[in-house]
């Protein structure tokens, strides 16, 4: 019903920028947050980023005055801007949205697939 789909992870030498794209595709209804996560290897998976419908935004400490996350909501697209990056930022990046379906009553999780960002020299 839904798909939702990353793009845009890559190899990147430390202090370089990468934008990651996630477009969630099928029949919408409505969209009421949308959220950006990480696992890196041998860790839990974490939360980087969150986007509220109204705009408001939350971020990991790590991550605070480097990542910028937004939305196309034309588009269904969460993005995440990505400077000065860290070697601690390699990770697996995911994306989660919550969405309520055509004909559905409730809001539900939707994750992407992941996309591999590894920030080395």
């Known amino acids: 019903q839904v798909h939702v789909v990353e793009s845009g992870g890559g190899l990147v030498q430390p202090g370089g920028s990468l934008r990651l794209s996630c477009a969630a595709s099928?029949?919408?209804?409505?969209?009421?947050?949308m959220a950006w996560y990480r696992q890196a290897p041998g860790k839990e998976r974490e939360l980087v980023a969150h986007i509220t419908s109204g705009g408001r935004t939350n971020y990991a400490d790590s991550v605070k005055g480097r990542f910028t996350i937004s939305t196309d909501n034309a588009k269904n697209t969460v993005y995440l801007q990505m400077n000065s990056l860290k070697p601690e930022d390699t990770a697996v990046y995911y994306c989660?949205?919550?969405?309520?379906?055509?004909?559905?009553?409730?809001?539900?999780?939707?994750w992407g697939q992941g996309t591999q960002v590894t920030v080395s020299s």
């Open positions: 989660r949205i919550n969405v309520r379906v055509v004909g559905g009553a409730g809001y539900y999780d939707y």
């Open positions: 099928g029949s919408i209804a409505s969209i009421n947050t």
